[in-house]
């Protein structure tokens, strides 16, 4: 199983082979660690290899030494917010494809989500599948 900088695992569902090394790789930032614990699981049972960072220096660092094709935040850390992470991504990565949780905020008319420019957003509380299904339409977005 590849280990990532610091306190990160990639862990898909099941053996890692040659296989998942196709599967995408997905960073989740929350830092609630259960949620962020379960929300991994959940999507390695659904096809991809995940991470998992509880802050906005893990995130930061969990980019600088590892690829991943999709980073999903939450929007409240307790170092900065996801909007934070996701202006990092975009400065680092810029290819990545980028998704905000929140429960708290609507993205309109606000300049620092302007400025972040997430590719999607999912309202918490949400449904993994549907979450699922963002990121296959966002990463089947950025192939064309």
Known sequence: MPHLRASFTLIPFGRMDEASEQLPRVLIV???VVFANVLRT???MRG???GVAHS???ATEAIDFNTFDVVISDYHL???SGLDVLREVKERAPEVVTILM?????PDGN???RRAMPHATIQKPFAVDALRDLI?????????
């Open 30 to 32: 929350d830092n609630h």
């Open 78 to 80: 307790d170092d900065g």
């Open 56 to 58: 906005l220096a893990a």
């Open 111 to 113: 300049e620092e989500f």
């Open 42 to 44: 959940t999507l390695a």
């Open 102 to 106: 929140t429960g708290s905020i609507t």
């Open 136 to 144: 296959q339409q966002k990463l089947a977005a950025k192939r064309r």
């Open 48 to 50: 991809f290899v995940c």
